[in-house]
């Protein structure tokens, strides 16, 4: 008796989508951030069709918005920034990359992207040094805790 090999029915929405980064920020002052990269790979055995939609498609151009993933390959997909006022600093933009089998119509899987446009980079990066700093104090004094926990519990060990 020989069983028939059956692809899983893939259900509508359900499809895990892998894209990275999953954030895109802008910075007015530095122009090397007004183009930007997504990188959408396809982990599955079967061609994926992709489609790349917007909520304020006037501010943004996007180099390829819709095409193909083979299976288990990726494609960069290029977004520029086209709009750089300060009337859209710190709004929230966002895209939704939607994908589907090569032959279907129906999406079986969507991610959104959020991307934000914010005045300084410098300011930004100073926060995100200040931030850094902080991380690295807190793991220090962790660690440093850690040490003399770990520390004392082998002299406990060692004096039984």
């Known amino acids: 008796m020989q069983q028939q090999r059956r692809q899983p029915e893939l259900v509508e929405g359900n499809l895990p ?25 396809n982990p599955y055995e079967f061609a994926l069709k992709f489609k790349v939609l917007c909520t304020t498609p006037n501010k943004y151009v996007v180099v390829d918005a819709a095409g193909a993933v083979k299976p288990q390959c990726c494609v960069d997909i290029v977004i520029r920034h086209r709009d750089v006022r300060s009337c859209h600093y710190d709004v929230i933009d966002k895209f939704r990359l939607q ?62």
């Open 99 to 160: 994908v589907s089998e090569q032959s279907q119509r129906k999406a079986l899987g969507r991610k959104e992207i959020i991307a934000t446009l914010l005045p300084s980079a410098r300011e930004q990066r100073k926060e995100v040094e200040e931030k850094r700093i902080k991380e690295h104090l807190t793991e220090s004094v962790f660690l440093e805790q850690m040490l003399c926990q770990t520390g004392l519990i082998t002299m406990v060990i060692l004096r039984i």
């Open 17 to 41: 989508v892998f894209v990275f980064p999953t954030e895109l920020i802008f910075y007015a002052d530095d122009q090397s951030t007004h183009k930007q990269v997504l990188t959408l790979y």
